[in-house]
């Protein structure tokens, strides 16, 4: 018995042993969640499961009425500062399922919280209740609702520059398409970016066939093959000229045809890469005008050589032949002497044999000269007299503009057709419009104004006017206009207008010159209708 009794309390002493250790852990356990319940910053409520108050952390007073007596109060019956009217019906759920629930509440001063709810657990793992913690989240929240804000505003701001730069984009691809110039940008290694509409026309390709190839596909030899060591000393800094200067190169189309055009290079950075935009202006029309003009000139100027060397020989015959006709008169006579046996000087009569043949000669080369010069009439074709002035005027036209003379043409309601040699009425209507812009300058206006006019009745001559509104002309200049060799100015021949006259008489008309009321001078002739 005894025996059994000291095993007993053997084991006792055991147990109480254990027991006591258990206390000692619990306290320090107790000792440590109070310490944490105090010192943290965090509103925490410990719940039972009947929702009845186990402990509070001090923080937790700032959200519900709380104080040290309300321990083993449900929590329903407290007061709070916090609109939290979900809270029962949370825990509830967080003991049903087992599984913890968070939500958003606000206080009464707007602060934002979290309210997270989570089981806890005894040791022996049953449920002892619930811990309830309250996150103050308001900075958290303004962050995020700032951060909302300023996204929203920048998506806003990159989509208000999107289609600003959209619309832009769209304008330059608008205009680049608009203008008549070529525009290729280019990278260093001289691959095409871009190129615009009137590129594509130029060069007779579509964009597509151009662009990622080489620009110098667009060039023919010797720019081809030169072009990449063109670019390379250029990056050097070998060429920096070429840049922003205009020259003039070939261009090549894709049907192999090559042209002349205008290259302007400029330089732009974008993205770090260096980009070359050159702009191309097709030249082939305006040398075809400045050929076609020129032929004109040189035409023009040839048969105005022509015809003074015509007027020269018609005075050269005029002047010549009284002179020719004595010495072959005294050459004759003087070998009569001879051949009569008046004087023995051997030799002679040969000399004047040759000496009236010479001269006998030489009045028949200007005689056939002159005639070789005024032979013309066979080769006479109908010509519309408005067409012929108009291509008169605009090849003119850049002459009197450098002087600031305006052409003004009047012409009848109807077509007139003449039977002429085109090149011969030019040449009139091209001598009255060159002395009126040279009148009017040499009278020193700063502007004047030609006008020409046409007219025609049926069956009845036609009518051309070519006024002028400079200074007219005085004394015996009104008789001697149309004269040989006058000429009132420095450099004249004073052949120009003889030779008209000589033009419009052979087609038996009239030229003259008058002055009108109103100043200046004009000069009227007239042609026969086409018959
Ligand atoms: P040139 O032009 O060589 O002088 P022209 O025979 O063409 O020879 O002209 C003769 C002169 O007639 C000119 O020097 C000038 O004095 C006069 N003249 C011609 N046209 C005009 C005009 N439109 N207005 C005033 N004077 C003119």
């Not at 304008?171 to 594509?200: C, P, W, Y």
Request: hydrophobic share 40%; with cysteine.
């Amino acid at each position: 018995m005894s025996e059994e009794l000291q095993s007993c309390h053997e084991d006792l002493s055991t147990v109480n042993h254990q027991l006591g250790k258990k206390v000692d852990e619990l306290e320090s356990a107790n000792d440590d969640l109070t310490c944490w319940m105090t010192s943290t910053d965090i509103a925490t409520l410990l719940l039972a499961t009947n929702h009845t108050i186990q402990r509070f952390t001090p923080p937790a007073t700032r959200l519900f009425n709380l104080t040290p007596s309300d321990v083993g109060r449900p929590i329903d019956d407290i007061s709070a500062h916090i609109n939290d009217s979900a809270l029962p019906g949370d825990i509830d759920e967080v003991l049903r399922t087992l599984m913890s629930c968070d939500r958003e509440l606000h206080n009464d001063e707007g602060r934002c919280y979290l309210r997270r709810i989570t089981l806890y657990r005894t040791a022996d793992n049953c449920v002892g209740g619930v811990v309830v913690m309250y996150i103050e989240i308001s900075a958290l929240k303004r962050a995020e609702d700032d951060l909302r804000i300023m996204t929203s505003r920048l998506e806003d701001r990159v989509s208000e520059r999107t289609t600003l730069l959209e619309a832009q984009r769209d304008f330059m691809k608008l205009v680049q398409d608009s203008i008549v110039e070529a525009i290729l940008t280019v990278n260093e290694h001289g691959v095409v970016l871009s190129i615009n509409r009137a590129g594509m026309r130029m060069f007779g390709y579509a964009a597509n066939d151009v662009i990622g190839r080489k620009v110098n596909m667009l060039m023919p030899e010797p720019y081809r093959s030169e072009h990449d060591a063109y670019i390379t000393r250029y990056l050097q800094g070998g060429k920096p000229h070429v840049i922003g200067v205009g020259r003039e190169i070939q261009g090549l189309r894709n049907d192999g045809s090559t042209f002349p055009v205008w290259l302007n290079v400029s330089e732009i950075v974008r993205d770090g890469l260096r980009l070359f935009v050159g702009t191309l202006h097709d030249l082939t029309e305006q040398r075809r005008i400045e050929y076609a003009a020129r032929e004109r000139q040189e035409e023009l100027t040839l048969l105005h050589r022509v015809y003074t060397a015509g007027e020269f020989a018609a005075v050269m015959a005029h002047e010549l032949s009284q002179p020719l006709t004595a010495i072959s008169g005294y050459s004759e006579a003087g070998l009569q002497h001879l051949r009569r046996g008046q004087v023995e000087p051997d030799g002679l009569i040969d000399k004047f044999e040759k000496i009236t043949l010479q001269t006998q000669r030489a009045g028949q080369v200007i005689r056939e000269l002159h005639k070789f010069l005024t032979r013309d009439a066979q080769q006479r074709e109908p010509v519309e007299l408005n067409a012929l002035i108009r291509s008169v005027i605009e090849l003119l036209t850049p002459q009197a503009l450098a002087r600031n003379v305006r052409i003004k043409f009047m012409p009848s309601a109807a077509p007139i057709t003449i039977m002429a040699l085109e090149v011969q009425i030019e040449h009139v209507l091209v001598n009255l419009v060159q002395n009126a812009i040279e009148a009017i300058q040499a009278a020193g206006k700063a502007a004047g104004t030609i006008t020409i006019r046409t007219s025609a009745d049926p069956g009845d001559m036609v009518h051309v006017t070519v006024q002028d509104d400079g200074p007219g002309f005085t004394g015996d200049a009104a008789r001697r206009l149309f004269e040989r060799f006058y000429t009132t100015k420095p450099k004249g021949l004073g052949m120009g207008l003889a030779i008209c006259r000589s033009i419009i008489e052979a087609y038996d008309g009239q030229i003259r010159a008058e002055q009108p009321m109103e100043g200046g001078t004009v000069f009227h002739f007239t042609l026969p209708h086409q018959a």
